[in-house]
């Protein structure tokens, strides 16, 4: 996953407001508010009879066993990788079996990088193996290795100033954890700002909320005019180490060896299934998560969970023998990691529908227990999310935050799209983020069939709401 907040930007777009319209800044509504909210609350008993199908009835359990299905069988999921390709073909199958409609694949070309062999080892001031991850995109060493040694620094701003010693150096970076979306800069720029003052390789400091001696990886981005060095992540425990060193004057010396590689773009896929609106099957509430992962661990929280608990979702109204006014479509994107790839090359595809797009989901932060709904729309929008998000006080989970967002569909939402994403505890999903801890150990089914639940009976009643949600 990768972590981007973007500003919402309102559409210019005026249209009529007919029944089932979209709702453009400067249409008036001839509804009430109190008149949505008396039919928000007629959802309650088709709230109800979802939630206690996902969480008490025969669905318990079902999006974490699936999910358990895929990951066991297939292992972790990276762009480009045979093994996401199958995953694809995997899904694909199993949406037509159970039952959805119009499931289909809409291809994508997406990278192709493996990390290769790779190793770190601190000659001085001891003997002393280095546990490392390189990150995406990242070119190799040659194949004798990079032998130098390192300079420690905290920022961004220590690297400027102390840019007389980089040169003819390994970079290590001992950021502080901040919260993701600001200490990921490190690791997606890093590389970039250690070669511009003549460093070697960066080595970086896992982006991560707690460790056990566990490298994060994750996409890092070259930039035109500025060498290309090789870059990997270590674990909080090595950097923290090295700082100290350094603060006592100890000389540091790395051999690195990474055999990275970056080969042709490939084919790939997005997944997507539906149950067609019956009123207004050319409007569309899309759920969806990302079918790839990084090559370490399953995939399982990152993102196998959203892209399971989205499939849930569609399950959990079809097997009650729901049918939204609206298309609900489910998409499972491919080469997220990458940046969203797949999301966007979606959003080219179908943007020239845009006015027909009610809300768009992700779910990209775990499938823990839920703190509540990440929403991005209009104050009119919230309001009505709000209302939405009170059906689900059976699970007490009502609570609507700012900031819905992910990166597939965060194309969307800068153009005027309402957005939502799960807030899930991201203590813990920080800590297996992008690492080899990212497994079915981390899931829990009963915090899957609570998420499961919210998903499904937002999606439903924003699907099966006579007008669609106002936009800015």
């Known amino acids: 996953m990768k972590f981007l907040l973007f500003t919402f930007v ?44 996902a969480v008490y009835g025969i669905a318990r359990n079902r999006s974490y066993e699936r999910l358990a299905l895929l990951v066991d069988t297939v292992g972790p999921r990276p762009s480009g990788s045979k093994s996401l390709e199958k995953a694809i073909q995997i899904m694909y ?50 194949p004798e290795g990079i032998t130098a040694e390192v300079l420690v620094v905290t920022s961004f701003e220590e690297l400027q100033r102390r840019a007389p010693e980089a040169r003819g150096k390994i970079v290590v970076y001992n950021q502080p954890y901040v919260n993701y979306s600001k200490t990921v800069q490190y690791r997606v720029q890093g590389a970039v700002e250690a070669a511009k003052v003549g460093a070697l390789a960066s080595l970086i400091r896992s982006v991560a909320s707690f460790s ?6 994750g996409i890092q981005e070259y930039q035109d005019g500025v060498p290309k060095i090789p870059t990997a992540c270590i674990t909080v425990e090595d950097a923290e180490m090295m700082s100290r060193m350094a ?47 990084w090559d370490v661990g399953q995939g399982a929280m990152d993102d196998g969970g959203g892209a399971f608990i989205s499939w849930e979702a569609l399950s959990l109204i079809k097997d ?5 006014k609206r298309t609900l479509r489910l998409v499972l994107w491919t080469a997220e ?13 179908h943007k020239a529908n845009i ?55 965060n194309f969307w939402i800068q153009a005027g799209v309402p957005g939502a994403s799960l807030l899930d ?21 009963k915090q899957m069939n609570v998420a499961a639940a919210v998903w499904a009976v937002v999606s439903y009643v924003i699907a099966d709401m006579e007008e669609m949600l106002p936009r800015s």
């Open 10 to 53: 309102g559409v210019v777009h005026l249209f009529s407001l007919n029944s089932g319209k979209v709702i453009y800044k400067n249409d008036i509504s001839q509804r009430t508010f109190q008149e949505v909210k008396e039919e928000i609350a007629h959802y309650g008993d088709v709230a109800k009879a979802i939630i206690n199908l």
């Open 93 to 142: 199958q199993n949406l037509q079996e159970d039952g959805l409609e119009n499931v289909h694949l809409e291809p994508v070309k997406i990278p192709h990088w493996e990390r290769g062999e790779e190793s770190a080892v601190m000659l001085e001031p001891r003997i002393h193996k280095i546990a490392i991850l390189g990150l995406g995109s990242s070119i190799g060493t040659p």
């Open 212 to 217: 056990i001696y566990s490298p994060h990886t």
């Open 247 to 293: 603060s006592r004057g100890n000389r540091i010396v790395i051999q690195l060896k990474m055999g990275a590689k970056k080969y042709p773009d490939v084919d790939s896929f997005n997944t997507v299934a539906e149950i067609i609106g019956s009123k207004y099957p050319e409007q569309v509430v899309l759920v969806s998560g990302h079918l790839d992962s």
């Open 320 to 324: 009650l023998g729901l049918r939204p």
């Open 337 to 349: 990691e990458q940046g969203g790839i797949g999301g966007f090359q979606y959003y080219q595809l």
């Open 355 to 409: 006015s027909n797009y009610s809300l768009v989901m992700e779910s990209d932060q775990g499938t823990f227990l839920p703190s509540g709904l990440q929403f991005t729309g209009s104050e009119k929008a919230r309001a009505i999310m709000e209302e939405v998000m009170s059906l689900l006080q059976p699970v007490n989970i009502t609570q609507v935050f700012r900031a819905g967002e992910g990166t597939d569909i």
């Open 425 to 445: 505890d991201l203590y813990k999903y920080f800590s297996f983020h992008h690492s080899h801890g990212d497994t079915m150990t981390v899931m829990d089914p």
